[in-house]
Nanobody
């Protein structure tokens, strides 16, 4: 019932910035906690950040804390991930996800997933 579409990925040099967007449709967006995950080739899917339904609380992975900022605009059904000071190890496909009942860092707690957007950080 919920569709998620990520955008904003691309190729940047180390130290650069990107802003990812996740547009949601199909259900009441404001009722869902949202999260970002990433997956590099040959590696497990990794938690990046979760944001509560009203955007008043966020939880970041230690690897991105202080560099990435997640926000949401429920009126626009969109969640954002501002990525600054990018490092080569940030290279991955980034996925947006929605959780109807949970605010969580675990992928298994999320009910809907987007297709992903590629982020590549060169050295």
């Amino acid at each position: 019932q919920v569709q998620l579409v990520e955008s904003g990925g691309g190729l940047v040099q180390a130290g650069g910035s990107l802003r990812l967007s996740c547009a949601a449709s199909g259900r009441i967006f404001s009722n869902y906690a949202m999260g970002w995950f990433r997956q590099a080739p040959g590696k497990e899917r990794e938690f990046v950040v979760a944001i509560r339904w009203n955007g008043d609380s966020t939880y970041y992975a230690d690897s991105v804390k202080g560099r990435f900022t997640c926000s949401r605009d429920n009126a626009d059904n969109t969640v954002y991930l501002q990525m600054n000071s990018l490092k080569p190890e940030d290279t991955a496909v980034y996925y947006c996800a929605a959780a109807r009942y949970r605010y969580s860092s675990r992928a298994a707690d999320y009910d809907y997933w987007g297709q992903g957007t590629q982020v590549t950080v060169s050295s």
